[in-house]
């Protein structure tokens, strides 16, 4: 388990995944929450017409804001588009009063903005990994997204 810089385990591991079915639709996000030996998962979704990266976004936001105090947190997420925008893109967004270098208004600055608030109050480090590639807690993220959107759409939870 990675450590904090003063050697503590306190560091909180976090996976998310989120998706639509179709793309834009219904959709559903998920996140599996990890700190010593401590799991929480959260899911959660949208009946209405959302997007793949709404809901990409809103896992990290869900997680990041169930998180009662602040905490080193390794985030992994199979979403470049979080990824890179979170860590690259949301800067130079803000710096142009969220307009993309190509003068458009930036998709889902909502979820940009309140991603960003949610980091604030952490030390957040950003991963990303391949989906559905055998990490156990992505593909358990996967999992609770679609229990998410199952839920969302109203439909039975599938047994496990």
Same mark, same amino acid.
């Given at each position: !388990?990675?450590?904090? +810089?003063?050697? $503590?385990?306190? *560091? @909180?591991?976090?996976? #998310? =995944?989120?998706?639509?079915?179709? %793309?834009?639709?219904?959709?559903?996000?998920?996140?599996?929450?990890?700190?010593?030996?401590?799991?929480?998962?959260?899911?959660?979704?949208?009946?209405?017409?959302?997007?793949?990266?709404?809901?990409?976004?809103?896992?990290?936001? !869900?997680?990041?804001? +169930?998180?009662? $105090?602040?905490? *080193? @947190?390794?985030?992994? #997420? =199979?979403?470049?588009?979080?990824? %890179?925008?979170?860590?690259?893109?949301?800067?130079?967004?803000?710096?142009?009063?969220?307009?993309?270098?190509?003068?458009?208004?930036?998709?889902?600055?909502?979820?940009?903005?309140?991603?960003?608030?949610?980091?604030?109050?952490?030390?957040?480090?950003?991963?990303?990994?391949?989906?559905?590639?055998?990490?156990?807690?992505?593909?358990?993220?996967?999992?609770?997204?679609?229990?998410?959107?199952?839920?969302?759409?109203?439909?039975?939870?599938?047994?496990?």
């Amino acid at each position: !388990m990675p450590e904090t +810089a003063d050697g $503590r385990d306190d *560091v @909180v591991i976090i996976h #998310t =995944d989120g998706g639509c079915r179709p %793309n834009p639709g219904p959709g559903g996000w998920g996140a599996v929450l990890r700190q010593r030996h401590h799991v929480r998962e959260l899911c959660g979704g949208e009946p209405g017409a959302t997007s793949n990266n709404r809901m990409e976004l809103t896992a990290p936001i !869900m997680a990041l804001e +169930a998180l009662t $105090r602040p905490v *080193v @947190v390794h985030m992994f #997420t =199979d979403s470049t588009y979080v990824r %890179n925008g979170i860590t690259k893109w949301v800067l130079g967004w803000e710096r142009n009063g969220w307009m993309t270098a190509a003068k458009q208004p930036v998709k889902n600055v909502d979820l940009w903005q309140r991603l960003q608030a949610a980091c604030a109050r952490h030390q957040v480090t950003w991963f990303w990994v391949k989906g559905h590639s055998g990490v156990a807690d992505n593909e358990l993220a996967d999992e609770l997204a679609t229990r998410g959107l199952r839920e969302a759409l109203g439909a039975p939870a599938i047994p496990t």
